[in-house]
T-cell receptor, first 114, second 116 residues
Framework: DVKVTQSSRYLVKRTGEKVFLECVQD?????MFWYRQDPGLGLRLIYF???????EKGDIPEGYSVSREKKERFSLILESASTNQTSMYLC?????????????FGDGTRLSIL | AQKVTQAQTEISVVEKEDVTLDCVYE???????LFWYKQPPSGELVFLIR??????QNEISGRYSWNFQKSTSSFNFTITASQVVDSAVYFC?????????????FGKGTKLTVNP
């Protein structure tokens, strides 16, 4: 079974802090994704990566950056956290060779910015 | 542009009732994949099914069934004899085939509550 592990289930940070959300997958997947989920808005793609050191902006990249130094790890960075970034963050991974393969998701990190 | 619409924001049923979750999509692509995911209260999105645009056969898996109709751009999901454990948020998603795009476009989700 694919395992996507997010480092924290719950996180509380302060406005202006630099925040790191970590995601690790154990299935050698090429693609990794970061989404945020908000009530009434569904899942929105922040950034994704299709290879080490490669990244592409999703639909809402403002205020975020990402890092992919190793294939299995994809980090989401909030450079200077703001209260409007309070949300549920979901990481996902998928195989690149087979486009019909689903994305596999982690348990999510519920982030509160005070 | 691609778009997925799940018009039902919340549905509440009593156990053993059948329930259908609607999904309507928009795309200019002729080849694409459609997916359904389940998100229980624990938070993790669980993959349920995928369907490619060439295959309009309906599918049944236990109490779950899916009705894909290309003519109406719909991919509806029916749960027969619902159970309390079916309570979750369900997401429909669309993915383009080819062109290097790996992105999924999600609907906003339908929250299903099954009451005992």
């Amino acid at each position: 079974d694919v395992k996507v592990t997010q480092s924290s289930r719950y996180l509380v940070k302060r406005t202006g802090e630099k925040v790191f959300l970590e995601c690790v997958q154990d299935m050698d997947h090429e693609n990794m994704f970061w989404y945020r989920q908000d009530p009434g808005l569904g899942l929105r793609l922040i950034y994704f990566s299709y290879d080490v050191k490669m990244k592409e902006k999703g639909d809402i990249p403002e205020g975020y950056s990402v890092s992919r130094e190793k294939k299995e790890r994809f980090s989401l960075i909030l450079e200077s956290a703001s209260t409007n970034q309070t949300s549920m963050y979901l990481c996902a991974s998928s195989r690149q060779i087979k486009p019909n393969q689903p994305q596999h998701f982690g348990d999510g990190t519920r982030l509160s910015i005070l | 542009a691609q778009k997925v619409t799940q018009a039902q924001t919340e549905i509440s049923v009593v156990e053993k009732e059948d329930v259908t979750l609607d999904c309507v999509y928009e795309t200019r692509d002729t080849t694409y994949y459609l997916f359904w995911y389940k998100q229980p209260p624990s938070g993790e999105l669980v993959f349920l099914i995928r369907r490619n645009s060439f295959d309009e056969q309906n599918e049944i898996s236990g109490r779950y069934s899916w009705n894909f109709q290309k003519s109406t751009s719909s991919f509806n999901f029916t749960i027969t004899a619902s159970q309390v454990v079916d309570s979750a948020v369900y997401f429909c998603a669309l993915k383009k085939i080819g062109g290097g795009s790996e992105k999924l476009v999600f609907g906003k989700g339908t929250k299903l509550t099954v009451n005992p």
